[in-house]
């Protein structure tokens, strides 16, 4: 039901595509929200809404960084990133210089 609803949603859309675009995403709205009820209704939909519960209560245990530990790992990876693409680009100049060696 969930599909025909979102299906009915799409071929609407192209059908009254001379229509405001402000209507359109209005009816669009509504007609995912009507989805979203009847998803909900269904055993699956029950599931997955206490699975978005239960992971907004993690996100909420999360121990996130604080301002100078996010730049200064920022910063390590950034430069580590420019080691290792030097690092590559000098493996590859050597390379190329020495095929280019062999071939003439």
């Not at 290792?84 to 210089?97: E, K, N, P, Q, Y």
Request: charged share 15%; hydrophobic share 60%; glycine share 6%.
């Amino acid at each position: 039901v969930v599909f025909v609803l979102i299906a009915a949603g799409v071929v609407g859309n192209q059908y009254f595509n001379a229509e405001s675009l402000l209507y359109r995403v209005l009816a669009l709205v509504a007609l995912a929200l009507v989805a979203a009820f009847v998803a909900l209704q269904t055993e699956r939909g029950r599931r997955f809404a206490t699975l978005l519960k239960e992971a907004r209560v993690e996100i909420r245990k999360v121990v996130w960084p604080t301002r100078p530990e996010l730049i200064q790992t920022t910063a390590i990876v950034v430069v580590f990133v420019l080691v290792v693409a030097l690092m590559l680009w000098g493996m590859d100049s050597l390379i190329s210089w020495l095929v280019s060696g062999v071939i003439g």
